[in-house]
């Protein structure tokens, strides 16, 4: 069946496992070799009082996203007014019941002021990624109220592109419908201002439309990282394979105090060229686990 999508001989040994096992566990035909996928993120407001989304907020809050089951996120500003018709390259989710779907745009700042808010072409529940090359710090948001083109609400906060970084930060990433994500490993490190202070670093993983934990992110595979120590190269063993229809973010939580944190993840995409199994079975309940 591999030789109907591809050429099997070019695949690593542990691509051909992981085609495999799709198959086996989910009925699914994939194709390997559309794109790889590495995101990094920073956060330098890391506590005690949870876990925290490590996500590169221009002023450290919020550290934990509102994730949400509706395309409201619809606007995009500039904290620069200077920044006036700037194309903005946004990739993201739109969701229909519990499917996602794959989208991409590209949304110029207002042409008179950047920091007056623009409406998105298509609506998204989620951002994973925006480019453009910007004076000030560019949001992606809930329409909300805004001061200089940021938003007062930092909840409604989606994505940020930091100024001067030409491409965002952000450690987490959807999986739509038509994909599957082979997470490969991921890594951590903390500023020399953390001192003894340490993090624990951990992925986690939310299915959407899971009947037993409705949208619940779990976490895999923990870590304590801390200064002098990285969780780094290939933590994941062999794999993990992340279904679609999913979200992946990464997530710390410091042993004491407040500490900057830097965290990321690596892993390959499985496009499905032939599904099988339904997700759900008769019973509500996912199967194939």
């Given at each position: 069946?591999?030789?109907?999508?591809?050429?099997?001989?070019?695949?690593?040994?542990?691509?051909?496992?992981?085609?495999?096992?799709?198959?086996?566990s989910?009925?699914?035909?994939?194709?390997?070799?559309?794109?790889?996928?590495?995101?990094?993120?920073?956060?330098?407001?890391?506590?005690?009082?949870?876990?925290?989304?490590?996500v590169?907020?221009?002023?450290?809050?919020?550290?934990?996203?509102?994730?949400?089951t509706?395309?409201?996120?619809?606007?995009?500003?500039?904290?620069?007014?200077?920044?006036?018709?700037?194309?903005?390259?946004?990739?993201?989710?739109?969701?229909?019941?519990?499917?996602?779907?794959?989208?991409?745009?590209?949304?110029?700042?207002?042409?008179?002021?950047?920091?007056?808010?623009?409406?998105?072409?298509?609506?998204?529940?989620?951002v994973?990624?925006?480019?453009?090359?910007?004076?000030?710090?560019?949001?992606v948001?809930?329409?909300?109220?805004?001061s200089?083109?940021?938003?007062?609400?930092?909840?409604?906060?989606h994505?940020?592109?930091?100024?001067?970084?030409?491409?965002?930060?952000?450690?987490?990433?959807?999986?739509?419908k038509?994909?599957?994500?082979?997470?490969?490993?991921?890594?951590?490190?903390?500023?020399?201002?953390?001192?003894n202070?340490?993090?624990?670093?951990?992925?986690?993983?939310?299915?959407?439309?899971?009947a037993?934990?409705?949208?619940?992110?779990?976490?895999?595979?923990?870590?304590?990282?801390?200064?002098?120590?990285?969780?780094?190269g290939?933590?994941?063993?062999?794999?993990?394979?992340?279904?679609?229809?999913?979200?992946?973010?990464l997530?710390?939580?410091?042993?004491?105090?407040?500490?900057?944190?830097?965290?990321?993840?690596?892993?390959?995409?499985?496009?499905?060229?032939?599904?099988d199994?339904?997700?759900?079975?008769?019973?509500g309940?996912?199967?194939?686990?």
């Amino acid at each position: 069946m591999q030789k109907k999508y591809l050429d099997w001989s070019s695949m690593s040994p542990m691509m051909r496992l992981a085609v495999a096992e799709i198959y086996q566990s989910y009925g699914d035909y994939v194709r390997i070799g559309r794109k790889s996928l590495r995101k990094y993120g920073s956060n330098a407001n890391v506590s005690t009082s949870g876990d925290y989304d490590i996500v590169p907020w221009c002023d450290g809050t919020p550290l934990q996203e509102t994730y949400l089951t509706d395309n409201t996120i619809d606007s995009l500003s500039s904290s620069s007014a200077a920044d006036t018709n700037v194309p903005i390259y946004i990739e993201g989710m739109t969701r229909s019941g519990d499917e996602l779907t794959f989208v991409t745009q590209v949304v110029n700042t207002d042409a008179s002021d950047g920091q007056t808010r623009v409406a998105l072409t298509t609506p998204l529940c989620d951002v994973t990624r925006e480019r453009g090359v910007t004076a000030g710090s560019i949001y992606v948001y809930e329409n909300t109220t805004i001061s200089g083109g940021v938003p007062t609400d930092q909840s409604k906060v989606h994505g940020v592109l930091a100024a001067g970084k030409n491409s965002s930060l952000n450690a987490k990433t959807s999986i739509a419908k038509t994909n599957y994500f082979i997470l490969t490993s991921y890594w951590a490190s903390v500023g020399k201002a953390a001192g003894n202070a340490a993090i624990d670093i951990t992925p986690f993983v939310a299915k959407l439309g899971d009947a037993v934990l409705d949208d619940a992110f779990v976490g895999i595979d923990p870590w304590s990282v801390s200064l002098g120590t990285s969780a780094d190269g290939p933590r994941i063993e062999p794999y993990t394979i992340i279904r679609p229809n999913s979200r992946i973010v990464l997530r710390g939580s410091a042993s004491s105090g407040t500490i900057a944190v830097n965290a990321g993840f690596a892993g390959f995409f499985a496009d499905i060229v032939e599904p099988d199994l339904a997700t759900l079975g008769d019973d509500g309940y996912e199967i194939n686990l």
